[in-house]
């Protein structure tokens, strides 16, 4: 009678010393998540601010083209002399280029913003497999 006595006890200590192990694991849980959250904060903080200096970028180029556009009107006009039509539609042409350069690198530093990372870590069970993490990534 002892042995049907004593396993409720045991099974029970084994359910309290389990539980005890992952209260001793949640802060540590928590703490990478939390440390996650913020590394990719500070990623997207550094983001957004290549963002406005490559719209601030932009706008200057774009305004350099807006000006050798006038430029290139008045000097055709007063000069009408071909070679400066052409040497103002080249400046017209690389200002322009730089523009499209700078906003293109903004737009793809967008997706950053979102905290792919850390909103992917989040919705998934860490209880998963290393094939449903696989199939998780694939699609």
């Not at 950053?112 to 209880?127: D, E, G």
Request: hydrophobic share 60%; net charge neutral; aromatic share 4%.
């Amino acid at each position: 009678m002892r042995r049907t006595e004593d396993r409720p006890d045991r099974g029970l200590g084994a359910i309290l010393h389990t539980l005890q192990a992952l209260l001793e694991e949640l802060p540590g849980l928590v703490s990478d998540r939390v440390r996650l959250l913020a590394l990719e904060l500070r990623l997207a903080g550094k983001s957004l601010g290549t963002m406005l200096v490559m719209a601030l970028a932009a706008l200057v180029f774009g305004g350099t083209a807006w000006v050798a556009l006038w430029v290139g009107v008045v000097a055709a006009l007063v000069a009408a002399d071909l070679h400066w039509a052409w040497a103002v539609g080249l400046v017209l042409l690389v200002n322009l280029a730089a523009a499209a350069f700078a906003v293109i690198r903004a737009l793809r530093l967008v997706g950053r913003l979102a905290l792919p990372a850390t909103v992917r870590h989040l919705t998934r069970s860490p209880l998963m497999t290393d094939d449903e993490r696989v199939d998780d990534h694939a699609g």
